[in-house]
């Protein structure tokens, strides 16, 4: 692993938007399937030792993704994300929104919009996160977004290296 990689979390209260910058030494593809492939997804996206379950997923304009974080004890944070706009390998955007397990959202929700590019074996994920209400975004960061979601970046770097090693 490169220990050398860009990780940028900035916070812009007065749009409400979170910016995130980060370097993955691994390839295009194999970090793309990463982010939108529920089989990967979920040995991932939850901060330790919470765990990631995804009831369904739909990558399509207009699918859904309907997960939950499960906590040791059980407890499950469920979210839905609706996919608005995909450009295979390059980008995609999303609704998301946490919910309960029967499916009914917990409105305001964020728009996310992730951007993918490689260069020398070097894939770069740009994130803009906008809240639609300051509010949901202070809650999102008082709950330790920043931290969950290093977290959770360390688990993506952790599996991407072990695929990449299985593949090599």
């Known amino acids: 692993m490169t220990s050398d990689l860009l990780f940028d979390f900035t916070v812009d209260k007065t749009a409400k938007t979170v910016f995130i910058t980060r370097e993955f030494d691994a390839g295009l593809s194999l ?21 990631s379950k995804t009831k ?10 309907f997960y939950a974080m499960v906590s040791p004890e059980g407890l499950e944070r ?7 706009s ?35 074996g070097i894939t770069k994920v740009r994130i803009t996160i906008f809240n639609e209400s300051l509010a949901r975004m202070e ?8 931290e969950g979601f290093k977290m959770t970046i360390e688990n993506l770097e952790n599996l991407l290296a072990t695929i990449s090693h299985k593949n090599n």
């Open 86 to 120: 995909i450009t295979p390998k390059t980008n995609f955007k999303m609704h998301n929104a946490f919910a309960d397990k029967d499916e009914n959202p917990e409105l305001p929700g964020s728009d996310w919009d992730y951007h993918f590019s490689e260069q020398n």
């Open 56 to 65: 369904y997923m739909n990558f399509v304009v207009g699918g859904r993704r």
């Open 31 to 51: 970090v793309w399937d990463a982010f939108t492939k529920a089989e990967l997804l979920d040995q991932w996206v939850a901060p330790k030792p919470w765990t």
């Open 139 to 146: 809650k999102m960061i008082e709950m330790g977004f920043k």
């Open 78 to 84: 469920w979210s839905i994300q609706e996919y608005t």
